[in-house]
Nanobody
Framework: QVQLVESGGGLVQPGGSLRLTCVAS????????MAWFRQAPGKEREGVAA????????YYSDSVKGRFTGSRDNAKTTLYLQMNSLKVEDTGMYYC???????????????????WGQGTQVTVSS
């Protein structure tokens, strides 16, 4: 049974940091792209960071580039998102996702991902 379990969300002041963790199980982690998406109330789900199966390549949305760092540990089947210099607009539910690495994989399209976690809430507020 495939499971993605996120943790690490919470309430933080603007300028602060959080580290999200996603533990995966039930599939061959190293064959999959892993990504973080977020969704704010009333907005569409958007991709913020995606990591290639071997962990060597990371993709970031323009809104988080330079502030967020994604990484993965395939031995531990775990995905991380280090979020620094957080802004109020970073508030939302953050989801971990996994998608099989096909030749035409598109890192920030939700349809590329078949496995999703339940999400962890991040709130940035003073």
């Amino acid at each position: 049974q495939v499971q993605l379990v996120e943790s690490g969300g919470g309430l933080v002041q603007p300028g602060g940091s959080l580290r999200l963790t996603c533990v995966a199980s039930g599939f061959t982690h190293s064959y999959y792209y892993m990504a973080w998406f977020r969704q704010a109330p009333g907005k569409e789900r958007e991709g913020v960071a995606a990591i290639s199966p071997d962990g060597d390549t990371a993709y970031y949305s323009d809104s988080v580039k330079g502030r967020f760092t994604g990484s993965r540990d395939n031995a531990k089947t775990t995905l991380y998102l280090q979020m620094n210099s957080l802004k109020v607009e970073d508030t939302g539910m953050y989801y971990c996702a996994a998608g099989f690495a096909r030749w035409d994989f598109r890192a920030f399209e939700t349809d590329s991902y078949t496995e999703w976690g339940q999400g962890t809430q991040v709130t940035v507020s003073s």
